[in-house]
């Protein structure tokens, strides 16, 4: 048997850690969907490459709260949701509860406009792919059940080197990029800190911390391997992040240069055809299909786990319909509203799927103190709370977060 | 019993909710402070409140009142006796003189409201959204604990506007859910002595049927489901064992001590333990096969020599047998003997000193027949068999067209080694029967 067999310490080292990841890549790979790809070309091609020095803070930021969530679940052996309802008590548990609800609708709303987008490039009408999309998550996951629905996925992960190429293909000017990443710029106009604070929402957005600890703690890691889950961690930060980059400097490179201002993730996947070439622009389209039909499979149905698990709710795919109603009702929901607002005619879905990013970057400060509150707490991480550098390090995101929500909104209302 | 209990009656009764926050006043009528909890005694059925925990005006550390210090409870306060500053402490404990309570005490908000408990008469985990108590001769006892929607609400302060809004659309009124105290076993442990703070309740933790305690653990998170499994007895652990899913149950046997997992596998059937064994990593199974009793050590490893997939695999060497010149009235005596579980005992075999096998015979036989005739004499000698190394698929295929309820196996000797029953059989082919 395989299990006899152990040669060296270092092949140990590497089964456990093949056992431990997955929380951490497949997070940041969904936190690459349709909202994320449409913010990072909107930042790309509104703005160059004048805001690719963020994604360096913004990694940062994400690793920390990141490994805050991963060991809040190895730890605890709880979902957030779980330990929230039980320090917090009902009341708070359930207005945060509503507030995430809203933005995952947001993202929700975001993918199916995402789906839409990806095949009109084909054009594809939205009145076929979305309601077929739709009808696919909804069994997808119910057919299956959440493991199958990763696995699937997680092998389409591999797509997302796509953006790497149609990034690679658009020949950008990486002094240029350099420039960018190292020399920091920010205009104080509502437009830069509105595409800021969306670009942070995108990549830490508030139902990533949920999924992150849920995973961990269906993954059942001990204490003793937690090294692998950070390792899993790091690493998905990083995918994140370079895919990020990918495809903010192609977008910069093409449409930026040439003066194209682009209003949707179609947009860019169109304008991308005559400047470099039509595979990077099906490249483009087809990464952004992958992307939001990963994300509209996961994101209703953690939504429906979150939310049952605070509420005291039943839950799970493997219950009947009549055994957890509240459950399987708030995922149909998610998924109906989403697709139908997509239909609606007339909807500016641009607003809808950038707000939502934003509304991700607002929220977000408000996630993150709980975390924080939580993870101080002796009797709940026992010796595993925060180290005091650690503490100063997080305290300082949040801050910083909540003053740039504020500057945002200051600017947005005309008062600054 | 889930109650639902009507307006009316409600007069004496008072949901933790509305106590919650309510101010304390002194016997001047001065403020105090607002109540944080109350602290129970869980000796008795329906635990009494012994203590009062307060935030004082001004001041920020918790304080605690002993229950007799307590006037009355009306309108919107806590009204206290006079004297009662000086019964404030910060240690409860000390508080106990009135109600002299058995048992330990915990903290109703802090360790019971929010939080998850098992409710032993629906065998199930269940989020605490409120608690019902009762005001009656001088004491307030904890008598049901909400589960429903309307504690929710109750909680958040819109029962008013949610009845106003149900009656007007539906003519319809959201009911409690309320399930009575003594069915509650709580999840909060005793940190001096790492276990579940019992409950006295009517139905305890391990009168629950395994499977529903199976399904219990697994909805458990891994600290909770350590508490709640070392809180069984011997017997209860090494059914549930049994009907757990396979990374529930290489978790619990992790955090076992040596010497009870030992005791839990020589509780065991020794096919089920042989099955838990195969699942564990090496090392742990060596520790534990060699912590074993002698006799059951010996069976145990036989057990796994055999591969997977064959019929040794899933057989148990547990079986009723008897000589062939034994008479009825002998039988009878064995099968009383015998402590054997009830789906191995349909039928008894007859092997020889050897232990080759002979023949069958069925309770049937034993009932029908006089106390003195030989088992030689009808049993039946033309047994279908299988042998050890036989595939489970074969097992399958002679329960399909016989439809037996057990199937002996036999090695090349034709000694016998065990039997298969109906259910293992089935499990083998169907994993998910057994789950």
Redesign the interface.
Known sequence: MA??LFPTSRWKTWLIFLAVIGPGIITSNVDNDAGGITTYSLAGANFGYTLIWSLIPITLALIIIQEMSARMGVV???GLS?LI??HF???I??YLLIALIFTNLGNTIAEFAGIAASLEIFNVSKYLTVPLGAIFVWILVLKGNYKSVEKVFLGACVFYVTYIISGLLAKPDWNAVKTGILSPELKFTAGSFGMLVGVIGTTIAPWMQFYLQSAV?EK?IKLENYKYSRADVISGSFVVNIVALFIIVACATTLFQAGIRIETAKDAALALAPLAGKYCSYLFAFGLLNASLFAASILPLSTAYVVCEG??WEEGVDKKFSEAPMFYGLYSLLIFLGAAVVLWPGLPLISIMFISQVINGVVLPVILVFMLILINNKRIMGEHTNGKGFNILAWLTVAILISLSITLLLLMLKII | MKTNISEETLKMFVFFSDILNRRVINSEGKIIGKVIDLRVGLGELFPPVVSIRIRQKGKEKFVFFPWDAVESINGHVISLKPGAENQITEKPSETLNHTKTKGEEILLRDEILDKQVVDTYGAKVERVNDLHLLLAEGLLRLVHVDFGVRGIFRRLGWVKYVDIFTNWLFAYQIPNKLLSWKYIQPLSHDPYKQALKLNVTHRTLSEIHPSDLADILEELDRHKRSYVFDALNVEAQADTLEEVDDQTRVSLIENLSEERASDIIEEMEPDEAADLLQDLPEEKKRDLIEGLEDEKREELEELLTFDEGTAGSIMTPNYIHCLQTDNVGKTLEIFRGSDKPLDSVSYIYVIDDKEKLLGVITLRDLSLRSSDSTVASFMKRDLIKLKVNDSVKTAAEIFKKYKFLAIPVVDENDLMKGIITLIDGVEAIFPEFGE
């Open positions: 299990k006899d605890t052996g709880k779980d309802r039980e008590g009902v009341r548990t359930f703690v059942n509420m005291g």
